[in-house]
């Protein structure tokens, strides 16, 4: 059986006027040149969506959201819908980022809410976990990542293309990683913890790592057990750095 391809996805986070929509132009220029082992995804602030899949058309670059709401419409001033953005040309969407759950209060429950509403609209969702520094330092890692892939997981994710991003919170723009040990650990256990949730669908979504991964960490934390692409949030802002990141996957 062959290994599905990684998945690189970059999170450009709430940065990005027109001018960055160049940066995803070189990235698929680049992508086009020489194709990549991994799939490439930029997940950009929603005013970038239409234009960055504009300017990738036809190349091996997905566009991708960062959140969206539950309903496909209605009376929810500031939000945008999975079927908006499936419309503005995204095809992915991150779920469950920390700074969603920590800055808006974003429950399991909701994630996993927010993820039926993106299957609803074709788009792929990336779940986001992970624990905090007090819950490493209490040794509840394993336990707190695992209950939060239980609860942000909807059984309609099973038969359909997902990912789920452990993020350590702590790792998050800091430039701090976990030891390569740290990460195995737990990836191979939200691997189980797909697997009891989801069944055999639980067993090959990719798992990708997510907190400060840079052109000089990306190749050994790629080849980490289970670990099965990375979600690159500064280092995707600059074309030369995500670029690196992707030729690391091989
Ligand atoms: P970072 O962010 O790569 O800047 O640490 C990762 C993320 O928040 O997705």
Redesign the pocket.
Known sequence: MTAPRPLI?G?W?MFGLGPAVDEARQVAAALTARPAAARVAICAPATLVERLARAVEGCDVIVGGQDIHTEACGAFTGDISAEMLADAGGRMV?LG???RRSAYGESDALTATKAEAALRAGLEPII?VGETLAEREAGRTLEVICRQVQGSLPPALAGTAFAV?Y?PIW?????LTPTLDQIEASHVALRAAMARTLGEAGRSAPILY?????PSNAAEILKAKEVGG???????LKAADFLAIVRAAG
Do not use: P
């Open positions: 996805a999170n986070k991150i980022h920390s700074e986001c991003a993020e790792a998050i723009g800091t430039g997510g907190g400060s991964v840079k990375a979600l690159v949030g500064g280092a995707s």
